[in-house]
C-alpha cells in the first residue's frame, strides 16, 4: 500500500531549538519525497524535495531508502517557522502526477 | 501572476444537491489536479486532468467528476452530496512534458453540507 505517515500531530519548541518532523513512508516503486508547509492564512507550498538536495529556510531533510523515512530538519528553530507540514510521495519522475500526503505536523515554535 | 485560483472561496449545500467548483491554473500551465482536505487531515487525490482527459484517479466514486477546458481551467462537480463530502477542495496545477515539476496549489473552496 502508499502511504505517508506523519506520526506527530503537533509539535511544540522553543525558539533557537533543533526540530525534526519525522516522515515515513510506504511505496513499492521509487517515490519522489516532498515537504509542503501551510503558513496561517496562506497556501500549501511547497518546500523542498529531495531530488534537489536543497536547504530552504535553513530546513533539510535526507531520504533514507533503509528506513523508508524523509525526517524534515532544523537546527535552530525561528518563530516564523511556525506552520503545518506536510510530508507527501510521487512516483519518481511521474510529471507533476499524484501527490500521496501524510496527515501533517503542526509546529509550533514558542519565543 | 495570481498562481491558481479557484471559485466559490466558499459554499454550502445540503445533502444531495449537485455542486461545480472551478479552478484556473497557473498561467502556463497545463494539469490540473484537484483534492480534498478533510479536517485535520492532508489532502487526498481525486484526480487529474491533461489534454481535456483523466489521466490519473484516485480512490473516489463517481459521484465525482470533473472537466477540462482548452484553456486548462477545470471543474470539479459532486453530485448526489453526503455530509462526508464536506471538506477543503484544493486545486493543483502544474506543466506537463517537464520532468518533475512541482504541484502548486490554489486557496481551496471550502464545501460545507447541511
Known amino acids: 500500500a502508499q502511504r505517508v505517515t506523519q506520526p506527530e500531530k503537533l509539535l511544540s519548541v522553543f525558539k533557537g531549538a533543533p526540530v525534526e518532523l519525522k516522515c515515513n513512508y510506504s511505496?513499492?516503486?521509487?517515490?519522489?519525497l516532498f515537504w509542503y508547509v501551510q503558513y496561517s492564512r496562506q497556501r500549501l507550498q511547497l518546500l523542498l524535495r529531495?531530488?534537489s538536495r536543497e536547504s530552504i529556510k535553513g530546513f533539510t531533510a535526507d531520504l533514507n531508502k533503509g528506513e523508508t523515512s524523509f525526517h524534515l530538519k532544523k537546527p535552530f528553530a525561528q518563530e516564523e517557522d511556525s506552520a503545518m507540514y506536510y510530508c507527501?510521495?510521487?512516483?519518481?519522475?511521474?510529471?507533476?502526477?499524484?501527490?500521496?500526503f501524510g496527515q501533517g505536523t503542526e509546529l509550533s515554535v514558542k519565543p | 501572476d495570481a498562481g491558481v485560483t479557484q471559485s466559490p472561496t466558499h459554499l454550502i449545500k445540503t445533502r444531495g444537491q449537485q455542486v461545480t467548483l472551478r479552478c484556473s491554473p497557473k498561467?502556463?500551465?497545463?494539469?490540473v489536479s484537484w483534492y480534498q482536505q478533510a479536517l485535520g487531515q492532508g489532502p487526498q487525490f481525486i484526480f487529474q486532468?491533461?489534454?481535456?482527459?483523466?489521466?490519473q484517479r484516485g480512490n473516489f466514486p463517481d459521484r465525482f467528476s470533473g472537466h477540462q477546458f482548452p484553456n486548462y481551467s477545470s471543474e470539479l462537480n459532486v453530485n448526489a452530496l453526503l455530509l462526508g463530502d464536506s471538506a477543503l477542495y484544493l486545486c493543483?496545477?502544474?506543466?506537463?512534458?517537464?520532468?518533475?515539476?512541482?504541484?502548486?496549489f490554489g486557496d481551496g473552496t471550502r464545501l460545507s453540507i447541511l
Open positions: 493543483a496545477s502544474s506543466l506537463s512534458g517537464v520532468t518533475n515539476q512541482p504541484q502548486h
Open positions: 511505496y513499492s516503486g521509487s517515490p519522489e
Open positions: 529531495h531530488i
Open positions: 507527501a510521495l510521487s512516483a519518481l519522475g511521474n510529471q507533476g502526477g499524484k501527490l500521496i
Open positions: 498561467s502556463g500551465h497545463d494539469t
Open positions: 486532468y491533461y489534454e481535456e482527459e483523466e489521466r
